[in-house]
Structure formats: structure tokens, C-alpha cells
């Protein structure tokens, strides 16, 4: 939470969160839901989303 607290986009919040160090795959997990819940699927980088295993299954369910 604190990472979304102290930037103003979704790019940022990952990317801090990321960037505490250690174990953080289960933080910014939760770091991106929260942040896609805040500032919406069109925050998300197109260029990340492009890199998603399974892309089509996952816009499948999504839309």
C-alpha cells in the first residue's frame, strides 16, 4: 500500500514495489491488483501486456 501511496500511476507503483529488494513477487502482485483496481486496465503498460504468457486466454476472461 505504501508504494501506491507515493506515486500517481501504475508503472511507478510496480516498479517501486519491484524495487524494495528481496522477495518481492507476492508484494507486487498485490501491488498490481491494487493498482489496477485504482488506475485501470488501460494503466497497464501495452508493452506488458504484450509479454503475458497465455495473453488471449486471459483477455478471453477478462472480456
Given at each position: 500500500?505504501?508504494?501506491?501511496?507515493?506515486?500517481n500511476?501504475?508503472?511507478?507503483?510496480?516498479?517501486?514495489?519491484?524495487?524494495?529488494?528481496?522477495?518481492?513477487?507476492?508484494?507486487?502482485?498485490?501491488?498490481?491488483?491494487?493498482?489496477?483496481?485504482?488506475?485501470?486496465?488501460?494503466?497497464?503498460l501495452?508493452?506488458?501486456?504484450?509479454?503475458?504468457?497465455?495473453?488471449?486466454?486471459?483477455?478471453?476472461?477478462?472480456?
Amino acid at each position: 500500500m505504501w508504494c501506491i501511496l507515493n506515486t500517481n500511476n501504475y508503472k511507478d507503483a510496480l516498479l517501486k514495489t519491484v524495487n524494495l529488494g528481496d522477495d518481492t513477487d507476492t508484494t507486487t502482485a498485490i501491488t498490481g491488483r491494487l493498482a489496477g483496481i485504482i488506475y485501470g486496465y488501460n494503466a497497464i503498460l501495452r508493452e506488458w501486456i504484450e509479454k503475458l504468457k497465455n495473453k488471449k486466454l486471459i483477455e478471453y476472461c477478462l472480456f
